[in-house]
């Protein structure tokens, strides 16, 4: 097989093992050489290297060796003619290459490798003994070794190496080029670390670039001064932000388009399609013997599958309603509690205590929210993990909804303390912003340096002396000290774009929702979000372990989070402008109820008027979908013709000959 430049053989997986007491000559049946030389049978390339306490164990794998996995794993992949077709290795030249020339994407290599790891199992009729050190166990017909190791703690961990040219190029026209703003190599990024974080980083990128009209608009009304006619300047800054967020959103799903088709991503690479069979606690099955008998009534089967389905709803609607009553029961006295605390206290500095003892406090309250909806989602029965995924983040979402405004929405709209109301914006803005920034850049570092620690404190204690400087040689070694790029509500169904993607929709609800009160917020918002895009470059690149990738075609439930905003940003900044026209004693109260269902009936026709106008996909990426359509079933119709016609007269053959 021919291989391309960026397709040498690099070094992509680690697995972590513990050093062994035993001598290399008396390691018979050992365990840890028994794997290696399995790996070797698959076709690996085995490096293995001493670390501190632990052995590492790095593999690559030849793009031959990749290319049978794939094709056992039958995986589709698009072909020159635009269909999406069983991979095999013999016509490796008909399928298209990715934008850095090699022929599978790290997603794919990485489900490759999985397979590979995971696929070797005992084949004997009996059960093999094997050794660590000391202790002796079976590893029985059909199991896969590395999981049986890994019940045994003697495989620790397997994970993704960093390759240390690619990420070094990163590092430099990517994590630290400061001079281009919102400049990203996005289909570098693709190729690097997978669709999902790349669909995250050119959402990030084009959210930054667009954030810069509102930012200069709400510069120029901090600074210039209109006196009388701010009253009529305000609504029409209000109108300009929401024809401007109603625009993002249609033109990011443009983008998106083009991302996917410039990525050869297949729209339907989702988890398996039907209901799970096997599930966590409590969610709903299909029984097995509906799967087993083929010839079950139709009747009977179509009430089965209806009862699954509208079960299945039923539990999660229940579930909504759990967090939703948590929400108003738990949350809401604690939220109302802070914020009528802040409008008595008198002295800055005390509330500016205040709001940083809230900010700690309530990210305890929603971690535990987060736990509960995680034990509800698991009990729902979904198609598959994407679905689980979105529903997980409504659920979180709305934790955060409730702690991060509801404090804001009392002084907005009960108390109309405009003043009180800047205060509290700007003090959450740069606590949250600074905050955040502050915790997920200096944790990894705090994390890793504490393993460190705790490594040269065991390998001290084992050696028996304080004395000498226990150093890190191995890449691998330091990779393995760092911390995991996991969601701070658990790894099971999202990473860490879960908490970059929420800090994102909580800055675009507070910038958005209360546009009027402070539109100088849009110029801090894109302050943050340009020292975003390079710190989240650069805690990828050095602070974290290179994530497991993940398959994606969008940003998810985000998008739908970001229209619900949208749609409560035009009903509070009507409430905003009614109630501050009021204050200046230029309508009454009924004009000014009149005027907020106007307004807000117009803006939100105008949402919807331009979510039709502006197409969701490219004219180019529609075009090219349907010519490739076209051409595969021009190319399946002759086929079939032909073996039609080859039965045809196979058939007539047979007959004459009898």
């Known amino acids: 097989m021919k291989v391309y430049p960026g397709e040498e053989n690099v070094f992509e997986v680690c697995l972590v093992v513990p050093k062994r007491k035993t001598k290399k000559e008396d390691a018979t049946c050992d365990c840890v050489e028994m794997l290696e030389n399995a790996f070797l049978k698959v076709g690996f390339i085995v490096e293995r290297l001493d670390g501190v306490t632990d052995e590492f164990m790095k593999l690559a794998a030849p793009l031959e060796i990749l290319g049978k996995a794939a094709a056992r794993l039958e995986m589709k992949k698009r072909t020159h003619i635009g269909m999406d077709l069983l991979f095999e290795l013999?016509?490796?030249?008909?399928?298209?290459?990715?934008?850095?020339?090699?022929?599978?994407?790290?997603?794919?290599?990485?489900?490759?490798?999985?397979?590979?790891?995971?696929?070797?199992?005992?084949?004997?009729?009996?059960?093999?003994?094997?050794?660590?050190?000391?202790?002796?166990?079976q590893w029985k017909v059909?199991?896969?070794?590395?999981?049986?190791?890994?019940?045994?703690?003697?495989?620790?961990?397997?994970?993704?190496?960093?390759?240390?040219?690619?990420?070094?190029?990163?590092?430099?026209?990517?994590?630290?080029?400061?001079?281009?703003?919102?400049?990203?190599?996005?289909?570098e990024v693709y190729s690097y670390f997978g669709a999902k974080i790349a669909l995250y980083f050119a959402f990030l990128g084009m959210y930054t670039r667009w954030m810069l009209f509102p930012a200069a608009l709400g510069l120029i009304l901090q600074l210039v001064e209109f006196g009388s006619m701010r009253l009529l300047v305000l609504p029409i800054f209000f109108i300009s932000i929401v024809l401007w967020a109603i625009m993002f959103s249609q033109f990011w799903r443009r983008k998106n388009?083009?991302?996917?088709?410039?990525?050869?991503?297949?729209?339907?690479?989702?988890?398996?399609?039907?209901?799970?069979?096997?599930?966590?606690?409590?969610?709903?099955?299909?029984?097995?013997?509906?799967?087993?008998?083929?010839?079950?009534?139709?009747?009977?089967?179509?009430?089965?599958?209806?009862?699954?389905?509208?079960?299945?709803?039923?539990?999660?609607?229940?579930?909504?309603?759990?967090?939703?009553?948590?929400?108003?029961?738990?949350?809401?006295?604690?939220?109302?509690?802070?914020?009528?605390?802040?409008?008595?206290?008198q002295s800055d500095a005390i509330k500016f205590g205040l709001t940083v003892l809230y900010l700690f406090a309530i990210q305890?309250?929603?971690?535990?929210?987060?736990?509960?909806?995680?034990?509800?989602?698991?009990?729902?029965?979904?198609?598959?993990?994407?679905?689980?995924?979105?529903?997980?983040?409504?659920?979180?979402?709305?934790?955060?909804?409730?702690?991060?405004?509801?404090?804001?929405?009392?002084?907005?709209?009960?108390?109309?303390?405009?003043?009180?109301?800047?205060?509290?914006?700007?003090?959450?803005?740069?606590?949250?912003?600074?905050?955040?920034?502050?915790?997920?850049?200096?944790?990894?570092?705090?994390?890793?340096?504490?393993?460190?620690?705790?490594?040269?404190?065991?390998?001290?204690?084992?050696?028996?002396?304080?004395?000498?400087?226990?150093?890190?040689?191995?890449?691998?070694?330091?990779?393995y000290l760092k911390p995991s790029y996991s969601a701070s509500i658990g790894v099971e169904l999202e990473d860490g774009l879960f908490d970059d993607c929420l800090e994102l929709a909580l800055q675009f609800g507070m910038i958005m929702m209360f546009a009027c009160a402070f539109p100088l917020a849009f110029a801090f918002a894109a302050l943050n979000n340009i020292t975003e895009i390079r710190t989240d470059a650069l805690k990828l690149l050095a602070m974290y372990k290179r994530p497991f990738p993940r398959a994606a075609t969008t940003i998810g439930a985000w998008l739908n989070i970001f229209q619900f905003l949208i749609v409560m940003s035009i009903c509070t900044n009507c409430a905003?402008?009614?109630?501050?026209?009021?204050?200046?004693?230029?309508?009454?109260?009924?004009?000014?109820?009149?005027?907020?269902?106007?307004?807000?009936?117009?803006?939100?026709?105008?949402?919807?008027?331009?979510?039709?106008?502006?197409?969701?996909?490219?004219?180019?990426?529609?075009?090219?979908?349907?010519?490739?359509?076209?051409?595969?079933q021009d190319i399946c119709s002759k086929q079939l013709l032909r073996t039609i016609s080859g039965g045809e007269k196979a058939l007539n053959y047979v007959k004459k000959t009898e």
């Open 576 to 632: 905003l402008l009614v109630w501050l026209y009021d204050q200046e004693g230029k309508w009454k109260i009924e004009p000014g109820l009149a005027a907020i269902l106007v307004m807000e009936h117009v803006l939100l026709l105008l949402k919807f008027g331009f979510s039709r106008l502006v197409p969701e996909e490219p004219a180019w990426v529609k075009a090219n979908r349907v010519k490739n359509a076209t051409q595969a």
């Open 364 to 479: 305890y309250f929603t971690r535990l929210g987060a736990k509960m909806s995680m034990k509800l989602i698991n009990c729902e029965n979904y198609e598959n993990n994407e679905k689980r995924a979105d529903s997980l983040v409504y659920k979180i979402f709305g934790l955060y909804f409730m702690q991060s405004y509801i404090g804001v929405f009392y002084h907005a709209l009960l108390h109309r303390n405009f003043t009180t109301l800047r205060q509290v914006l700007i003090q959450r803005l740069l606590i949250s912003e600074v905050l955040e920034n502050l915790l997920e850049n200096s944790l990894p570092y705090l994390k890793y340096s504490y393993r460190k620690y705790k490594v040269r404190s065991k390998k001290r204690r084992e050696k028996g002396s304080s004395q000498g400087k226990i150093q890190f040689t191995s890449r691998a070694e330091k990779e």
């Open 257 to 345: 388009s083009a991302l996917i088709a410039r990525w050869q991503i297949n729209y339907t690479f989702g988890g398996d399609p039907g209901y799970r069979l096997s599930g966590v606690d409590g969610s709903l099955q299909i029984p097995v013997e509906l799967i087993k008998n083929q010839e079950m009534d139709k009747r009977k089967e179509k009430e089965v599958f209806q009862r699954i389905e509208w079960f299945g709803r039923l539990r999660r609607f229940r579930n909504d309603a759990i967090v939703i009553l948590s929400i108003i029961c738990l949350q809401l006295p604690f939220e109302l509690a802070y914020a009528h605390c802040y409008e008595v206290i």
């Open 142 to 187: 059909g199991e896969s070794l590395v999981r049986t190791l890994e019940s045994k703690k003697i495989v620790k961990q397997i994970f993704p190496l960093h390759d240390e040219i690619r990420r070094k190029k990163l590092l430099g026209n990517w994590a630290l080029n400061w001079w281009d703003f919102t400049g990203q190599p996005i289909d």
């Open 90 to 137: 013999d016509e490796v030249d008909a399928f298209v290459r990715q934008p850095d020339g090699s022929l599978f994407s790290w997603c794919e290599r990485f489900r490759c490798y999985h397979h590979l790891i995971y696929g070797i199992v005992n084949e004997n009729q009996s059960a093999v003994t094997l050794k660590c050190d000391e202790e002796e166990f």
